[in-house]
């Protein structure tokens, strides 16, 4: 099993759908969470961290539930610009050394 | 301000020949991570380091070295190319704290003929 799973897609909708991702991960130790957005060759970019009570940031929404070891994004009003490979991300070393586990990504296209 | 700097771009090299790759970071960063992306693999770590000094290995370490002599530098050596090395390497850092994400460099393009 790997550590980190996501449903590669691709994900294909409409502009201004509404879209969630999924991401389940193996150690319940994992201290932080993370989505980067990673665009064709390019470098993976912070999206946003994931906080335990959900965070919001514009159009996008994250969520944790550590019961059930599975993370969620969700992207309202997409554009065309949302178009790219999510990945999720997740720290799984429980010895404070930090070391980043990624998900194997999501890819959206957002359709005209 | 430059954030994470990786050289050189692009790179060929034969197989058995040795190389460095460079990354340099200008954010006074704690963390340190060299990753690599082959498709469909998504990102694997290579190794890390928490500070000047430290180092430590992540999950795909072989044929791989590296040293953290300053905050800035974290050059990645490849000791032996292989064709399997054949990949996308990405340098990364970050402040110390588990709330921080990664900031990465730009990437180098790497192909052993």
């Known amino acids: 099993r790997k550590e980190v799973e996501q449903d590669p897609g691709p994900f294909n909708v409409p502009e201004g759908a509404t879209v969630a991702f999924n991401c389940t991960y193996s150690?319940?130790?994992?201290?932080?969470f993370f989505w980067y957005r990673q665009d064709c060759r390019k470098e993976p970019k912070l999206l946003m961290s994931v906080y335990s009570s959900g965070n919001e940031d514009g159009r996008f929404t994250a969520q944790l539930n550590r019961a059930s070891q599975y993370i969620s994004l969700l992207i309202r009003d997409s554009k065309l610009s949302d178009s790219a490979t999510y990945l999720c991300v997740v720290n799984l070393g429980s010895t404070g050394r930090r070391a980043l586990t990624f998900g194997s990504g999501t890819r959206l296209q957002v359709q005209p | 301000n430059a954030g994470v700097t990786q050289t050189p771009k692009f790179q060929v090299l034969k197989t058995g020949q040795s190389m460095t790759l460079q990354c340099a970071q200008d954010m006074n960063h704690e963390y340190m991570s060299w990753y690599r992306q082959d498709p469909g693999m998504g990102l694997r770590l290579i190794h890390y380091s928490v500070g000047a000094g430290i180092t430590d290995q992540g999950e795909v370490p072989n044929g791989y070295n590296v040293s953290r002599s300053t905050t800035e530098d974290f050059p990645l050596r490849l000791l032996s190319a292989a064709p399997s090395q054949t990949s996308v390497y990405f340098c990364?850092?970050?402040?110390?704290?588990?709330?921080?994400?990664?900031?990465f460099g730009s990437g180098t393009r790497l192909t052993v003929v």
């Open positions: 990364a850092s970050s402040r110390a704290g588990t709330v921080y994400g990664y900031t």
């Open positions: 150690n319940s130790a994992s201290q932080s």
